[in-house]
């Protein structure tokens, strides 16, 4: 399998909400979703002004496999902007292939060419296999929810790790 990452495009919003909807059948929630295709459009692609929200999307030989959607925020500590990883996620049949990592190491790149401190997310406490993975990348608990942070020599490592 060849993992391909790449900004998500107009084209790309139907996988986008499709994953999303796997994504909330995967957190015991199906019927949470309530983001229309619309809703992705303008949030990532707006008419005017700059999108504010962003996403990666993941190919396996040119099939949508899975996405990363994040945000710019900043840390009054450090001075400095890092990513909010609002949901990362990989079809299951698709999982243990790479991409997951691949999502996250092009977060970090992005986050190191711009001077960002932080990639920051959240991962529910029952999801067992999800946090085994995230810490294998060297993500640290924050808190009870288990906001994960990579920054320092952990987030260069993985930025210079290229997807591989």
């Known amino acids: 399998m060849t993992v391909t990452i790449r900004d998500a495009a107009p084209a790309d919003v139907p996988e986008i909400l499709r994953l999303v909807h796997a994504l909330a059948v995967y957190e015991k929630e199906p019927d949470a979703v309530e983001a229309t295709e619309a809703d992705f459009t303008a949030a990532l692609f707006p008419e005017s002004g700059t999108a504010t929200t962003h996403c990666l999307i993941a190919e396996n030989d040119g099939v949508v496999i899975g996405m990363a959607v994040w945000y710019v925020t900043f840390s009054t500590w450090t001075g400095r902007n890092g990513i909010w990883l609002e949901d990362l996620f990989v079809d299951p049949e698709q999982r243990g292939a790479g991409a997951g ?20 997310w959240w991962v529910l406490k029952w999801n067992a296999p999800s946090i085994a993975f995230y810490r294998s990348l060297g993500s640290v608990p924050q808190d009870e929810w288990e906001v994960h942070r990579i920054d320092g020599a952990e987030l260069k490592e993985l930025g210079a790790a290229g997807g591989s």
Do not use: P, V
Not at 102 to 112: N, V
């Open 101 to 120: 990592k691949a999502l996250l190491s092009r977060l970090a790149e992005i986050c190191i060419e711009n001077d960002w401190r932080r990639l920051e």
